[in-house]
T-cell receptor, first 116, second 113 residues
Framework: AQKVTQAQTEISVVEKEDVTLDCVYE???????LFWYKQPPSGELVFLIR??????QNEISGRYSWNFQKSTSSFNFTITASQVVDSAVYFC?????????????FGKGTKLSVKP | KAGVTQTPRYLIKTRGQQVTLSCSPI?????VSWYQQTPGQGLQFLFE???????NKGNFPGRFSGRQFSNSRSEMNVSTLELGDSALYLC????????????FGPGTRLTVL
């Protein structure tokens, strides 16, 4: 069975602090995709990144970076120098052939609060 | 390029009624997926439609159904509403392949009284 675990329910930091959001996944498929989405208070899920199971290179996009480690089945997300606008709920998700293309399996989400 | 649109944005119904939600995907996208988001269960997959065919279905009772039209627009229907159906219903569209990211609409907030 596929499963995504985000152990951190809520995180609160002060602006300019670095913060890492953890994501651990389970799947029996060898080909799969991992995603991170951001959900601001408005409710709409915003796509942040996609990573396939064959590409373990870390990725950096501005203040965002992602660390994918197949050995530990983790796909962690780090925000450097956090800002108040980063406050949102962040979801890690998994898509695999076992779950079909259109079926994203989401973690429970991590609510990030960045205080000024 | 217009994003995914969902109508209505807010809806209030009473127990026992039925409801139909609509989703218009991004132009050119052939896959539409529906998700239910509740505080207790989080984001759960309802079903996916691709080229007017249901391609996958989540673990929801038969009261939840959907369909997709030839222009890729999709509707989902919930019959005999229960209090527990109160949720944010999100629709997502994609090109339909495994590696395609899904783009989400703003959701329909359904409240069942």
């Amino acid at each position: 069975a596929q499963k995504v675990t985000q152990a951190q329910t809520e995180i609160s930091v002060v602006e300019k602090e670095d913060v890492t959001l953890d994501c651990v996944y389970e799947t029996r498929d060898t080909t799969y995709y991992l995603f991170w989405y951001k959900q601001p208070p408005s409710g709409e899920l915003v796509f942040l990144i996609r990573r396939n199971s064959f590409d373990e290179q870390n990725e950096i996009s501005g203040r965002y970076s992602w660390n994918f480690q197949k050995s530990t089945s983790s796909f962690n997300f780090t925000i450097t120098a956090s800002q108040v606008v980063d406050s949102a709920v962040y979801f890690c998700a998994l898509s695999s052939y076992g779950g079909s293309q259109g079926n994203l399996i989401f973690g429970k989400g991590t609510k990030l609060s960045v205080k000024p | 390029k217009a994003g995914v649109t969902q109508t209505p944005r807010y809806l209030i119904k009473t127990r026992g009624q039925q409801v139909t939600l609509s989703c218009s995907p991004i132009s050119g996208h052939r896959s539409v997926s529906w998700y239910q988001q509740t505080p207790g269960q989080g984001l759960q997959f309802l079903f996916e439609y691709f080229s007017e065919t249901q391609r996958n279905k989540g673990n929801f009772p038969g009261r939840f159904s959907g369909r997709q039209f030839s222009n890729s627009r999709s509707e989902m229907n919930v019959s005999t509403l229960e209090l527990g159906d109160s949720a944010l219903y999100l629709c997502a569209s994609s090109l339909g392949q495994l590696d395609n990211e899904q783009f989400f609409g703003p959701g329909t907030r359904l409240t069942v009284l």
